[in-house]
């Protein structure tokens, strides 16, 4: 599965405005951006290869800026690994244990604490996931 068949699952199943952010925003900035109910989320979308997710070192420095605890925006990463979905918050991407990789920052899935969903997916669960926090 491509970045863009997880954005069709999100973009059909997710309440609220949910735009997808264009490249030319910033170096950095997320995928999708999503307001339901008077709540914000920003979304990296991301595909596991293996265990690992590939990160830009500008979306690391972008979720650190977000998620500093003076401003404390709601950054989720979302990964399709195999047939789930995954899901954690940016403030808890273990930075400390990121493999360089050429230009990139490398993520073993088994460092990190997420919340997985099996097919049938519970969207009002996900949904939950990502707008109250």
């Known amino acids: 599965m491509k970045e863009t068949a997880l954005w ?3 973009r059909m199943n997710i309440k609220g405005h949910c735009q997808r952010i264009e ?3 910033g170096l950095g900035t997320p995928d999708v951006n999503c307001c339901y109910n008077g ?3 920003w979304i990296e979308l991301k595909i596991v290869k293996g265990n690992l997710i590939l990160f830009e070192w500008s979306q690391i420095a972008w979720f650190k800026q977000r998620t ?3 401003i404390n925006g709601n950054v989720v990463v979302i ?3 195999k047939e ?7 403030r ?3 930075t400390e244990k990121l493999k360089r990789k050429v230009n990139k920052a490398g993520l073993d899935i088994r460092d990190v604490e ?3 969903w099996s097919k049938p997916y519970d969207w009002p669960q996900i949904m939950t996931y990502l707008y109250n926090k």
Not at 84 to 90: G, L, P, S, V
């Open 8 to 10: 069709t699952l999100i």
């Open 23 to 25: 490249n030319a925003v």
């Open 39 to 41: 709540s914000d989320v």
């Open 68 to 70: 500093h605890k003076k």
């Open 79 to 81: 990964a399709r690994h």
């Open 84 to 90: 789930d979905i995954i899901a954690f918050e940016a």
């Open 92 to 94: 808890n991407l273990p």
């Open 114 to 116: 997420y919340i997985s």
